[in-house]
């Protein structure tokens, strides 16, 4: 279980499907080809921040803060009071990137070090850093430094334009930003009229439960973006699949899972949540361990001889995604039998089990 604090984003919506926000000290980069929203997704990013007693530091690479704070304006934003207070801009007026994350963004990290109140960080957009640098490697190496830095001061947005060429899903010019990133959402406009064309979707978040869909998102004056998520299943939801989990780990347990298996499957069973039922998973996986083809009962049997006996059993032919038949061909009456003396309850289909369970 995540227990780790969250930032909420202030982006309507989004929070609602990454744990309530990102992390402290992470990145989140936001991708969409121009005109997408990436600006507002930062404005309210930051206002949020604002209004909840943090700093902010705003970094951009070509336009003065002047117009940004006019821009902001227009979409709704009036940071006129926080301006220089609490909101402060880093314009990269000259072209020397490498200057800037080499000496001048650290210089004001280290500076900004023994300081209490929370910064939370724009750099919006990066793409003039990206397109300055052609050699991969090299950009690689700029990105990361730059990452490593800010981070130091908060949770950081960063928003970059993409170039997708026809049939690209994502484009190539931001796959090493989306690499380097914590976190990355994708922005998409789709020219078909109507209201909801404009679409989110999150391609990564580490160390997070997020959500999967693709979600539409509207422009709302005063508010900024406002993204239809719907909630991520309830804990309560999340439960519903514990006993199933539970025959399963006995089960792999049976099979001679070592402890690291057992482990991991105790931690899917905490984490699992899908609104579905974990079982195809755990044929697949218990396939891929081989706890399948290379078994039959017999060998089951005597392995559950040899360890304590546990009190339910899950068949393993269900669990098998084939050569089940087999397994089943090769189990004489008695031992059946045998398994309900010694207090083994054989379960033949998971699916009764899962009624039972509802
Ligand atoms: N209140 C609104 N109602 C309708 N559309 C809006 C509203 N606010 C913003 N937009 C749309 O969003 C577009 C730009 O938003 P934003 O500046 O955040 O995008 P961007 O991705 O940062 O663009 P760029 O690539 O030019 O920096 C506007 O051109 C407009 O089409
Ligand atoms: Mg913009």
Redesign the pocket.
Known sequence: MNKEVRIPTGISGLDRVIEGGVRDNTTLLVV??????????AMQYLTYGLEHGENALYISMEEPPEQIMR?ARM??FNLDKYYEKELFFFHSKGKDFVKLVDEQLPALVEANKNYSVKTRVVID?LTPLIWSVNDKQEQREIITKLFYTMKQLGPVLI?T?EHAAPGETIGEDVLIPIYMSDGAVH?TYRPIGGAFNRALEIVKMRATRHGEEVYPYI???GIGVVVRTTPLISAEDMRKYDDLFDQAIRTAADLGANETVLERLAYVKENWSYPFSPKETLQIFFESQGFTDALTREEIARRKEESMPSDVQLDIGELSANGSAEITEDIPEEKNADAEEEGLIEIDDLRELEEMIQ
Do not use: A, I
Request: hydrophobic share 25%; no cysteine.
């Open positions: 969409g080809s121009s005109g997408t929203g990436k600006s507002t997704f821009e979409l709704g957009p928003t334009e922005l422009f709302v004056r």
